[in-house]
């Protein structure tokens, strides 16, 4: 029997929207989750488009923070679908008709959060979503974060941003190619300073993405 399935007969899953036995996220409570929606704010600080697939409320919030802080990984799948769902969407909105294939970049972990997670928790997803999406789509993870990188919660848009910019790099080893559509994946969106950095840092070698796309925002209209 798959180390999974043992598992959970041991430890049965619950949602973490409704506590149905048997699920991660349930199909009810993803069903909760909006369309996209573009991010003023974000969207004009990082000079592209920005969007949240939901609020950072219910049941996505909680399944941000289990995800994250919790170490329900076996949520990842039902994270990515979601993602997947939204990429074709978000990507529609910003470039129309675009055939190129699709880059999915995901936004970097400090390396002490990745150890505690058992690996930088956004690149597990966009691997998954990738799986979803099918031909045409892959990963690039191009960006590192260097040692002295502070936690960002309790800082305002401009502390948050100067703290990225200061310690965020391109290793140049898996940079994006001219003739993909590159999406920046994160699992939140407050200020838009993550987004920023990486966009920025993209541009300065050539690469323009096309848009970046978060589960949740407490910007969310």
């Known amino acids: 029997m798959p180390f999974a399935e043992l598992v959970d007969l041991v430890l049965p899953r619950t949602c973490v929207g409704c506590a149905a036995r048997g699920h991660g996220w349930c199909a009810r409570c993803r069903a909760g989750c ?22 950072h409320t219910g049941s996505a919030r909680a399944a941000v923070l289990a995800y994250k802080e919790r170490n329900r990984r076996d949520l990842a ?7 997947a769902a939204a990429v074709p969407g978000v990507r529609g909105a910003e470039h129309g008709t675009d055939r190129r294939s699709v880059c999915l970049v995901p936004a970097p972990s400090a390396r002490q959060a990745s150890v505690a997670r058992g690996g ?3 690149s597990r997803i ?34 948050r941003l100067a703290n990225l910019t200061g310690h965020l790099r391109l290793t140049g080893e898996d940079l994006p190619g001219g003739d993909e559509a590159v999406v920046l994946l994160d699992d939140v969106v407050t200020t838009g300073a993550t987004v920023t950095a990486c966009a920025r840092a993209l541009r300065s070698h050539g690469v323009r993405p096309v848009a970046a796309l978060a589960l949740t925002s407490p910007a969310r209209p």
């Open 126 to 159: 966009a691997r998954e979503v990738a799986v979803l999406l099918g031909e045409g789509a892959r990963v690039a993870e191009p960006f590192a974060l260097t040692r002295g990188v502070r936690d960002s919660v309790g800082l305002d848009r401009g502390a």
């Open 120 to 122: 930088a928790h956004m």
């Open 77 to 83: 799948r039902e994270l990515a679908g979601v993602f």
């Open 34 to 55: 909006a369309r996209p929606a573009r991010l003023p704010g974000p969207s004009r600080l990082a000079r592209l488009g920005v969007y949240a697939i939901t609020g």
